[in-house]
T-cell receptor, first 115, second 112 residues
Framework: DTEVTQTPKHLVMGMTNKKSLKCEQHMGHRAMYWYKQKAKKPPELMFVYSYEKLSINESVPSRFSPECPNSSLLNLHLHALQPEDSALYLC??????????????FGQGTRLTVV | SQKIEQNSEALNIQEGKTATLTCNYTNYSPAYLQWYRQDPGRGPVFLLLIRENEKEKRKERLKVTFDTTLKQSLFHITASQPADSATYLCALFKAAGNKLTFGGGTRVLVKP
């Protein structure tokens, strides 16, 4: 199984809603990532978890709250988002670290629209 | 500061020709450079990885070169096909915190 599964595929939420994005992998990877991608732009790193601990937070606003409950799951909790937060949210995982000898595997993303 | 730059202009190429994409970087050392393909609305898919001490890597019709003096990688798609049309992203890894950062990507359109 070389898949990273993200749910839901599409999400529309109001600015006062609370929602969560989920990401799951069963490849034994111990590094997991959240990226945000706007149209015609590259993926922009938000958070990195290494061995279930948050190792990087790229100064992301607190309305985005990541969680890594175990080595297979990664969540992104959303609260009080703004319309400019609408984007494709990508989850990725790697056998850490993603660079020395290994690749990152990406999910298909969650297309988020904030109304 | 660290930068990864790709040619932001789209590359239009005739089927059968070789597409060559450029990735320039600054202030990454050691460098482990990766190339990904991304289709619209989908996540990136890994293609090739090249290390700083490697000059060239090949995979089927793909070839990557690495010039550490110029701090540049070239990505070649030989005998290009319309199915190769996509955005190609280079990415660099920073060991501190497992940080994988992408360049801006180059869109390739292969015309039959």
């Amino acid at each position: 199984d070389t898949e990273v599964t993200q749910t839901p595929k599409h999400l529309v939420m109001g600015m006062t809603n609370k929602k969560s994005l989920k990401c799951e992998q069963h490849m034994g990877h111990r590094a997991m990532y959240w990226y945000k991608q706007k149209a015609k732009k590259p993926p922009e790193l938000m958070f990195v978890y290494s061995y279930e601990k948050l190792s990087i937070n790229e100064s992301v606003p607190s309305r985005f709250s990541p969680e890594c409950p175990n080595s297979s799951l990664l969540n992104l909790h959303l609260h009080a988002l703004q319309p400019e937060d609408s984007a494709l949210y990508l989850c990725a995982s790697s056998l850490p670290p993603a660079g020395l000898n290994t690749e990152a595997f990406f999910g298909q993303g969650t297309r988020l629209t904030v109304v | 500061s660290q930068k990864i730059e790709q040619n932001s202009e789209a590359l239009n190429i005739q089927e059968g020709k070789t597409a060559t994409l450029t990735c320039n970087y600054t202030n990454y050392s050691p460098a482990y450079l990766q190339w990904y393909r991304q289709d619209p609305g989908r996540g990136p898919v890994f293609l090739l990885l090249i290390r700083e001490n490697e000059k060239e890597k090949r995979k089927e019709r793909l070839k990557v070169t690495f010039d550490t003096t110029l701090k540049q990688s070239l990505f070649h798609i030989t005998a290009s096909q319309p199915a190769d049309s996509a955005t190609y992203l280079c990415a660099l890894f920073k060991a501190a915190g497992n940080k994988l950062t992408f360049g801006g990507g180059t869109r390739v359109l292969v015309k039959p």
